[in-house]
Nanobody, 115 residues
């Protein structure tokens, strides 16, 4: 069973930066679409960014120009660089891997942005 383990979350002031990492237990990064989602308190989980095995990326409008998704096939890892953070970016961030109609989720990492 594939496991996804996120790290890199924390508390940061508005305007600051963080880099989230997602380590996978299998060689899936180079073959499947990987992504990041987030869920803020009292809100539904939402897409942040995805990256395909062909390096096509997709971003939520709210993070375009501020966040960057990338991956390292050799390290079986996916990253999310978060720049110019805003208080509304506060959420638990989840790493995902898509296998056809099935999505595997990590346990999440908390990002808190203070104003």
């Amino acid at each position: 069973q594939v496991q996804l383990v996120e790290s890199g979350g924390g508390l940061v002031q508005a305007g600051g930066s963080l880099r989230l990492s997602c380590a996978t237990s299998a060689h899936i990064v180079g073959r499947h679409t990987m992504g990041w989602y987030r869920q803020a308190p009292g809100k539904q989980r939402e897409l942040v960014a995805t990256i395909t095995h062909e390096l096509r990326t997709n971003y939520a409008d709210s993070v375009k120009g501020r966040f960057t998704i990338s991956k390292d096939n050799a390290r079986n890892a996916v990253y999310l660089q978060l720049n110019n953070l805003k208080p509304e970016d506060t959420a638990v961030y989840y790493c995902t891997a898509e296998f056809g109609s099935r999505t595997t989720w990590g346990q999440g990492t908390q990002v808190t942005v203070s104003s």
